[in-house]
C-alpha cells in the first residue's frame, strides 16, 4: 500500500519534470549557447589529444594512434596463426 502510494507520487512527480525539461531543452536560447559550449569543449579535447600525442611521439613512447596500430597488427597476426592451427589439424 506504503509502495503504491509512492509510485503514484513519483509517476506524477517524473511526468511533471519531463513536460518541464523538455519544454526548457527545446527552447533556443537553452539550445544555441549549449551547442556552443560543446564545440568549443570538443575543439578543446582535440587540441588537447593533439598535443599529448605530439609530447608522446617527442619523448620517444607510443602514441595512443600507435598503440592500436599494433593491437590491430597483433589481432590480425593471432587470427592468422589460429587459422594455420586449424588447417593443421585438419
Avoid: C
Amino acid at each position: 500500500m506504503i509502495w503504491d502510494m509512492w509510485k503514484k507520487g513519483f509517476n506524477a512527480w517524473e511526468q511533471a519534470t519531463a513536460q518541464y525539461v523538455e519544454k526548457v531543452l527545446s527552447n533556443p536560447g537553452v539550445l544555441t549557447p549549449a551547442g556552443a559550449m560543446l564545440t568549443a569543449a570538443m575543439k578543446t579535447k582535440a587540441a588537447t589529444d593533439k598535443a599529448m600525442s605530439a609530447w608522446w611521439s617527442m619523448i620517444g613512447l607510443p602514441t595512443r594512434r600507435d598503440q592500436e596500430r599494433s593491437l590491430h597488427k597483433l589481432n590480425q597476426l593471432e587470427s592468422r596463426l589460429y587459422d594455420l592451427e586449424e588447417k593443421l589439424r585438419s
